[in-house]
């Protein structure tokens, strides 16, 4: 529970290890640096515990969330756009499963279900897949900061959390997104300052809610406005 903790050491140096990725007590990951990605070993026992061994690296960029989606299949994101999957559960990896070509560094992944996922990363990034991770669609998250973590109740309620005390419902974003895939007259509007007209009195709050996305804030124009 906590109340007690011992060192387990690698069985070689490795690289600065930033996270665990468990699926149960015997199958599981620590990620990190330079790609670094070790796994929980059944056949390697010391004083009769489990211990750890190195996979191959597919990638050299730094490793920092991952997730299991059942026993077999797991990915893995991280710096660079890395996008890492596996359906053999962590015998081999697949740095070319995504046929969309991610960008920036991705810092959290959460499936909701086998084929609902997404990935936040920095400057706000959030991706989202409807087919399992095979393509990947930008969402437009309303914010600059960078987004460290996300986590779904099911395909369309969520929570993305970020830099400078970012806390977003991730709900209006899956809806519009999934209401625009379909083959009718649907066009998605997303959040915005909630003003419309382009006129002197306008265009000076539109700049807030902007600056707003930056950590700039315009006390002027909002006293104006009062």
Same mark, same amino acid.
């Given at each position: 529970?906590?109340?007690? +903790? *011992?060192?387990? *050491?690698?069985?070689? $140096? %490795?690289?600065?290890?930033?996270?665990?990725?468990?699926? $149960?007590?015997?199958?599981?990951?620590?990620?990190?640096?330079? #790609? =670094?990605?070790?796994?929980?070993?059944?056949?390697?026992?010391?004083?009769?515990?489990?211990?750890?061994?190195?996979?191959?690296?597919? =990638?050299?960029?730094? /490793?920092?969330?991952?997730?299991?989606?059942?026993?077999?299949?797991? @990915? /893995?994101?991280?710096? #660079?756009? !890395?996008?890492?999957? !596996?359906? !053999?559960?962590?015998?081999? +990896?697949? %740095? &070319?499963?995504?046929?969309?070509?991610? *960008?920036?560094?991705? &810092?959290? @992944?959460?499936?909701?279900?086998?084929? $609902?996922?997404?990935?936040?990363? =920095?400057?706000?990034?959030?991706?989202?897949?409807?087919? #399992?991770?095979? &393509?990947?669609? %930008?969402?437009?998250?309303?914010?600059? =900061?960078?987004?460290?973590?996300?986590?779904? /109740?099911?395909?369309?309620? #969520?929570? @993305?959390?970020?830099?400078?005390?970012?806390? *977003?419902?991730?709900?209006?974003?899956?809806? /519009?997104?999934?209401?625009?895939?379909?083959?009718?007259?649907?066009?998605?509007?997303?959040?915005?300052?909630?003003?419309?007209?382009?006129?002197?009195?306008?265009?000076?709050?539109?700049?807030? +809610?902007?600056?707003?996305?930056?950590?700039?804030?315009?006390?002027?124009?909002?006293?104006?406005?009062?």
């Amino acid at each position: 529970g906590g109340g007690k +903790w *011992e060192r387990i *050491e690698l069985p070689e $140096n %490795a690289d600065r290890l930033v996270r665990f990725v468990f699926r $149960n007590d015997s199958l599981g990951f620590a990620i990190g640096e330079a #790609g =670094s990605i070790w796994q929980l070993a059944d056949d390697q026992l010391v004083d009769g515990r489990k211990t750890w061994k190195r996979v191959n690296r597919p =990638s050299r960029y730094l /490793l920092l969330g991952g997730q299991f989606k059942d026993d077999f299949n797991a @990915v /893995l994101v991280g710096g #660079g756009g !890395t996008f890492l999957s !596996t359906a !053999t559960a962590g015998a081999d +990896w697949d %740095a &070319s499963f995504s046929q969309t070509r991610l *960008e920036g560094k991705l &810092s959290s @992944v959460f499936f909701a279900d086998q084929k $609902n996922g997404w990935i936040v990363g =920095s400057g706000g990034a959030v991706y989202v897949t409807r087919n #399992g991770g095979r &393509s990947w669609n %930008a969402q437009v998250s309303g914010t600059k =900061s960078d987004l460290f973590g996300v986590h779904f /109740l099911d395909s369309k309620r #969520g929570m @993305v959390v970020g830099d400078a005390g970012t806390v *977003e419902p991730a709900a209006g974003l899956a809806l /519009l997104d999934a209401a625009a895939t379909k083959p009718f007259g649907f066009m998605p509007f997303y959040p915005g300052p909630g003003l419309g007209g382009h006129c002197i009195p306008i265009d000076p709050f539109y700049l807030t +809610w902007k600056a707003r996305e930056y950590d700039f804030a315009t006390e002027f124009i909002e006293l104006a406005g009062k």
